[in-house]
């Protein structure tokens, strides 16, 4: 839905959400998960935004360009909102997207009880490790590498914009790799962990 708002398609969702809580509340009473799970996508959600706003407020100011060419932001007054709505809304997004996913691994099956929600928000910290510690490693190879050959396509830049812009594409480029890392690796803790309990002798009366 590129063409809708992201205000739409977020007002969207959270009535989906409340509609899918109140019938799993209806149906199950104490017992629904789904209010429980909606709640942790939507924290999952908050703290991607936050954690893309900190991001782009630092690699917008490295390289303006990387955001006016390679995002379509107009330069000049409103550019800094600019950045925050992008970044809150691409932030926003990929943190439900992550946390969809850490919840798919965390579903509970015969012998292996779902962790609680408290304690998988916190693998929520891997992806967010990942990126980090994949964001200089990516300005640095692939702000060197330039495999899309960047430095070609802006060239009518100056020098040292280009190699700006082409580093903070390195470092998004990181970002992104180093969250799918991260979760990959959350999603297999989760595995462990939920293994871990399944299999635990019950506690002594």
Known sequence: MPDVPFGARLALLLGLMALGAGLDRWRHGPAARRPGEYAFLLVAGAVGAAFGLACDQVTSRLSPD??????????????????VVLSLQAGFTAGVVLGAALLLANQPRPG??????ARLLRRAAW??????????????????????DLRGQVGFLPPARVDALVRVWGAHAGLYAGALLGLAAAALDVRRARVTEGTA?????
Not at 112 to 117: D, I, Q, Y
Not at 201 to 205: C, F, I, V
């Open 66 to 83: 990387y955001f006016v060419e390679g995002k379509g932001l107009a330069p000049g007054p409103g550019f800094g909102r600019a950045v």
């Open 112 to 117: 292996r009880p779902a962790l609680p929600l």
């Open 127 to 148: 992806p967010l490790g990942g990126a980090l510690a994949l964001a200089p490693l990516g300005a640095l190879l692939l702000g060197r590498l330039d495999p899309l």
């Open 201 to 205: 002798p019950p506690p002594a009366p």
